[in-house]
């Protein structure tokens, strides 16, 4: 059997595509030529192919910057249950986020009888969250889907069924706002929602500790490296252009503390939706200005203090292959992006900038280029991730919803 594949729509694919939605959809849900070949400029059509004919597509409108609406999800007859739908929708969700810093609102709606796109929707991450009074056929009602590119999390003891036909139950069960749907299921034999009810945050109790946490931690930085830049400035033998690199990092994170508070006094305001974007700053100067230089200078510090050259290559060492497993960890600032090879590259430098540095001192060797090397790593870390990366990866392969134990 010979295998399908996904790829954006281009405009040659405008007829195949018309004539792919009149034999798949209703009519009433077919978008104009004109609108179809709109979304294709814009790249927000996702097709399947199957032995080079167009088998498949999910196609998206934009409105805003903010809000896409999925408007066609359609696969040929006789290549449905196959994982295209789920493989094209997964993609273009993909697509969205990586358009922007802030990735947009991704919609759809789909009625009460549209049990198939529901269990789709359902499946790739997005929940029901009202009901859509539209106007049009009163059998059937129609529910706004949203996607959750964020994880939240359930209350285990407040989820409820109601069959799909309930209508006037699953209004009352959706009106509350703390409510979803987030599971189409069997039940006495029938198709029934699951209704689940999600913990309210308080954004801004929760922005406000983010702010606080953010400050403390830069403060305690700032504090161990005027400590060790006191040090620095009171030993004859320690190298200069550590003693600059020390110097820099403490510019850096006073820097990532102005921008701490700018994002506690963005969030007194509440003028505008810019506390995230805020919070990136301080965060990034924190680590890459503050935190690895700080680290990385350690075992230069205890070269000149011990004058032991085994020890302090071991603590060099050390603290190279912890710098490297937090680097592979959930919990740096790298892993929260996709990588490209020159950013592996300046992520291995890092890592073994304290075995390199240390070595040198202890050799009474010339260390200006491993700084200059070190400050041109870690500089070039820092413009990547506020100036080059946008959206989180792997947002898609995050359970979007989990049930709080």
């Excluded at 759809?108 to 106007?135: D, K, P, S, Y």
Aim: with cysteine.
């Amino acid at each position: 059997m010979a295998a399908w594949s996904t790829r954006a729509a281009s405009p040659a694919d405008l007829a195949p595509l018309r004539s792919l939605l009149a034999d798949s959809c209703e009519s009433a849900v077919i978008p104009s030529s004109e609108l179809l070949a709109d979304a294709i400029d814009r790249e927000l059509v996702q097709v399947a192919e199957y032995e080079g004919e167009l088998v498949g597509c999910v196609a998206a409108e934009m409105p805003s910057p903010g809000h896409a609406r999925l408007s066609v999800i359609a696969i040929r007859a006789g290549m449905r249950r196959r994982g295209m739908a789920s493989r094209l929708l997964t993609e273009t969700v993909k697509k969205l986020h990586r358009t922007s810093s802030e990735p947009p609102l991704i919609s759809a709606l789909a009625t009460t009888e549209q049990l198939a796109v529901t269990h789709l929707l359902l499946a790739c991450g997005f929940i029901g969250t009202r009901i859509m009074r539209t106007g049009g056929r009163t059998g059937a009602l129609p529910i706004h889907y949203q996607y959750k590119s964020r994880v939240e999390y359930l209350d285990p003891d407040a989820r409820h069924l109601v069959h799909v036909t309930a209508h006037e139950q699953l209004k009352e069960s959706l009106s509350p706002s703390d409510h979803a749907v987030t599971a189409l299921v069997p039940l006495g034999g029938k198709p029934a929602f699951e209704i689940a009810r999600f913990e309210q945050d308080d954004p801004a109790a929760l922005q406000s500790g983010e702010a606080a946490a953010g400050i403390a931690f830069s403060g305690s930085i700032l504090a161990a490296i005027t400590f060790l830049l006191g040090f620095a400035f009171s030993s004859t033998r320690f190298p200069d252009d550590v003693r600059l690199l020390l110097i820099g990092a403490t510019f850096s994170t006073v820097l990532s503390l102005i921008v701490y508070a700018s994002a506690s006094g963005e969030l007194a305001r509440i003028r505008s939706n810019s506390f995230g974007r805020i919070m990136k700053w301080g965060n990034v100067l924190s680590e890459y200005g503050g935190v690895l230089p700080f680290l990385i200078s350690l075992p230069v510090t205890y070269a000149q203090a011990s004058g032991d050259p085994w020890t302090t290559m071991v603590l060099a060492v050390v603290l190279s292959a912890a710098i490297a497993w937090y680097e592979r960890s959930e919990f740096s600032i790298a892993h929260r992006f996709r990588r490209s090879r020159f950013e592996l590259a300046l992520t291995m430098l890092t890592a073994a900038s304290p075995t390199v540095g240390a070595a040198l001192v202890a050799a009474d060797a010339t260390s200006w280029p491993w700084t200059t090397a070190l400050t041109l790593t870690l500089a070039a870390r820092t413009w990547l991730y506020l100036f080059r990366r946008g959206a989180e990866a792997d947002i898609a392969e995050r359970r979007q919803w989990q049930i709080k134990e």
